[in-house]
C-alpha cells in the first residue's frame, strides 16, 4: 500500500466550477499535509499547508483535513484556465515528506 | 523570499559517467533535500542533510552519493550513471531544526537524460 495515495485523474472541469481533489495517508502519526501544485516543466510551489482538523481556507482554495479518517482534500472553487495543472498531496511526519502521485487538472474555458 | 538554485536545468551525460548535481540556497537552512521525480511515482528521497556533513539516506539512495562541505551547498553526485536514472531531479530546503516538518521548498529542477 502506497504511503500517500490520490485521485488517480485526470480531472476536468468548466471554467467557474469546483475541482476537488482527495488524498488519504497511510501514517496515522503524520503531522503536517501540504498541497503543492506543479505546472509543466516547473517544480512543485506550494499552495496550502494544513496541520490541524477541519478546514483552512486561502482566498479559491480550501484544504480540508480528517486526521480520524486519514484523508485530505483540496477545493478549487471558481476555477480557471491557470489552474490547470497537477497537484500534488504531501504528508509528512517528522522531516520526511512523502508525495501522491499527484492528479492531474484540466480546466476547460 | 526564498531562493533555491540548481546548476542546471537540462544535462545530457553518457552510461557510466560521473554526474555532479548542485544545489544551492541563500536563506540559511539547515535542512536540504534531493529528490527524484518520475511520472506514476511522484517524488521520492533520495537523501536529506541536516547539517553541515551530516546526511541521510532517504528511500532510494542506491547509485547516488551526497555531499555538503557548506551550508548553503547540497551536491548531489551519480558515482557510475545507468540509464535508470533518467529522471527530474529536484533540491529542496526547509527553514527550522533538524527534522522540522515546515515547508520544504524546491528549487527549479535538473532534468537528466542518460544515454
Known amino acids: 500500500q502506497k504511503e500517500v495515495e490520490q485521485n488517480s485523474g485526470p480531472l476536468s472541469v468548466p471554467e467557474g466550477a469546483i475541482a476537488s481533489l482527495n488524498c488519504t495517508y497511510s501514517?496515522?502519526?503524520?503531522?503536517?499535509f501540504f498541497w503543492y501544485r506543479q505546472y509543466s516543466g516547473k517544480s512543485p510551489e506550494l499552495i496550502m499547508s494544513i496541520y490541524s482538523n477541519g478546514d483552512k481556507e486561502d482566498g479559491r482554495f480550501t484544504a480540508q483535513l480528517n486526521k480520524a479518517s486519514q484523508y485530505v482534500s483540496l477545493l478549487i472553487r471558481d476555477s480557471q484556465p491557470s489552474d490547470s495543472a497537477t497537484y500534488l498531496c504531501?504528508?509528512?511526519?517528522?522531516?520526511?515528506?512523502?508525495f501522491g502521485a499527484g492528479t492531474t487538472v484540466t480546466v476547460r474555458a | 523570499d526564498v531562493k533555491v538554485t540548481q546548476s542546471s536545468r537540462y544535462l545530457v551525460k553518457r552510461t557510466g559517467e560521473k554526474v555532479f548535481l548542485e544545489c544551492v540556497q541563500d536563506?540559511?537552512?539547515?535542512?536540504m533535500f534531493w529528490y527524484r521525480q518520475d511520472p506514476g511515482l511522484g517524488l521520492r528521497l533520495i537523501y536529506f542533510?541536516?547539517?553541515?556533513?551530516?546526511?541521510e539516506k532517504g528511500d532510494i539512495p542506491e547509485g547516488y552519493s551526497v555531499s555538503r562541505e557548506k551550508k548553503e551547498r547540497f551536491s548531489l553526485i551519480l558515482e557510475s550513471a545507468s540509464t535508470n536514472q533518467t529522471s527530474m531531479y529536484l533540491c529542496a530546503t526547509v527553514l527550522g531544526g533538524t527534522r522540522s516538518t515546515d515547508t520544504q521548498y524546491f528549487g527549479p529542477g535538473t532534468r537528466l537524460t542518460v544515454l
Open positions: 536563506m540559511d537552512h539547515e535542512n
Open positions: 501514517d496515522r502519526g503524520s503531522q503536517s
Open positions: 504531501a504528508v509528512s511526519n517528522d522531516y520526511k515528506l512523502s
Open positions: 542533510s541536516y547539517d553541515v556533513k551530516m546526511k
